[in-house]
């Protein structure tokens, strides 16, 4: 059993930045490919960025430039550096491991409680 905490969430102005980070205890390995998901107020969770375990990333249209994926194996952690933060960037951000391929992939594990981000002046 996976166990997901995100972390490193808060109140940042436009253009700002923020590191959020995400540990992971249980049978996760280093080949598992791993996801940042958020959901805004009334919208659908949405797929932002993920890293294959042989380190291939893959980011949103609304992110790609901006946001970026990091893992630290020993650690068990993954981490969403994310600059230049706007308004619509607002939402809590979940991980979660991935299953799949090219342009269909599904979370496999239970959702932690995520973090929340707020971008606002």
């Known amino acids: 059993q996976v166990q997901l905490v995100e972390s490193g969430g808060g109140l940042v102005q436009p253009g700002g930045s923020l590191r959020l980070s995400c540990a992971a205890s249980g049978i996760i390995t280093s080949i598992n490919t791993m996801g940042w998901y958020r959901q805004a107020p009334g919208k659908e969770r949405e797929l932002v960025a993920l890293?294959?375990?042989?380190?291939?990333?893959s980011y949103a249209d609304s992110v790609k430039g901006r946001f970026s994926i990091s893992r630290d194996n020993a650690k068990k952690t993954v981490y969403l550096q994310m600059d230049s933060l706007k308004p619509e960037d607002t939402a809590v951000y979940y991980c979660?491991?991935?299953?799949?391929?090219?342009?269909?992939?599904?979370?496999?594990?239970?959702w932690g409680q995520g973090t929340q981000v707020t971008v606002s002046s």
């Open positions: 890293l294959t375990g042989g380190g291939s990333t």
């Open positions: 979660n491991r991935l299953l799949g391929g090219g342009s269909r992939w599904i979370p496999i594990d239970s």
